[in-house]
């Protein structure tokens, strides 16, 4: 599976942004996706999961109430709504395909992509 996340880009706090990642490779309906987040000098960070379903979600603490996670499997995509958006909130954010175990950690995921940068100003 390659991924490519795009959608990032510059918004005043309380603003909104869609970030989507495209999937290539035909078992990507099989696989859960997640979103993570990397601010400058800190540990990549889970943000939200969605089961292959889209049955099951889960979402870090931080962003509950504000993104939202969806996918549509007929097209390949995985997508972040984030609404209400904070200064704090600013990261390069990375989809990844999810293969087992823990899904708050990077390990627990065996494709990524490159990354799209957030800015969020005060």
């Known amino acids: 599976v390659q991924l490519q996340a795009s959608g990032g880009g510059l918004v005043q706090a309380g603003g909104s942004l869609r970030l989507s990642c495209a999937a290539s490779?035909?078992?990507?309906?099989?696989?859960?996706m997640g979103w993570f987040r990397q601010a400058p000098g800190k540990e990549r960070e889970f943000v939200a999961l969605i089961r292959w379903s889209g049955s099951n979600i889960y979402y870090v603490d931080s962003v509950k109430g504000r993104f939202t996670i969806s996918r549509d499997n007929a097209k390949n995509m995985v997508y972040l709504q984030m609404n209400s958006l904070k200064p704090e909130d600013t990261a390069v954010y990375y989809c990844a395909a999810y293969y087992g175990g823990g899904y708050h950690s990077t390990t627990s995921y065996d494709y990524w992509g490159q990354g799209t940068q957030v800015t969020v100003s005060s």
């Open positions: 490779g035909r078992t990507f309906s099989n696989y859960a």
